[in-house]
């Protein structure tokens, strides 16, 4: 399977994922007996709620968007992940500063061989 298909099934399976999410959540907080902890007002008006959720996570409406908050242990992206992450982007900024080296090499070579 290409990576750009990998990519795009992968992408497909986080939106119907989110799109479940999205209707939990929303099911959640019509029908769960107070599900909002907190509410934030700015001159009189509400700005921001904060719900918290069994389990440990929170999801913080503000602005118009969600920021979700999930406990740390539950987190797919750990510290492991972004230093192989990491790893990747330094393999691929050597091979990029490789490959300009060794451009920079062969046009200083023709401009050598031009002078002799």
């Not at 959540?25 to 509400?46: C, E, M, S």
């Not at 996570?57 to 797919?76: K, Q, S, T, V």
Request: charged share 30%; with cysteine; aromatic share 8%.
């Amino acid at each position: 399977m290409s990576e750009d298909r990998q990519t795009r099934e992968l992408y497909m399976n986080l939106q119907a994922a989110y799109n479940k999410f999205h209707e939990a959540v929303a099911d959640f907080v019509h029908h769960a007996q107070y599900p909002i902890t907190f509410l934030d007002r700015d001159n009189g008006k509400i700005c921001s709620a904060r719900m918290e959720m069994p389990g440990g996570g929170r999801i913080l409406f503000r602005d118009n968007e969600w920021h979700i908050m999930l406990p740390a242990d539950d987190n797919p992206v750990n510290l492991n992940l972004l230093e192989e992450w990491e790893g990747k982007e330094i393999d691929n900024e050597i091979q990029y500063h490789s490959n300009q080296l060794n451009a920079l090499l062969k046009r200083k070579q023709e401009l050598n061989t031009k002078k002799q």
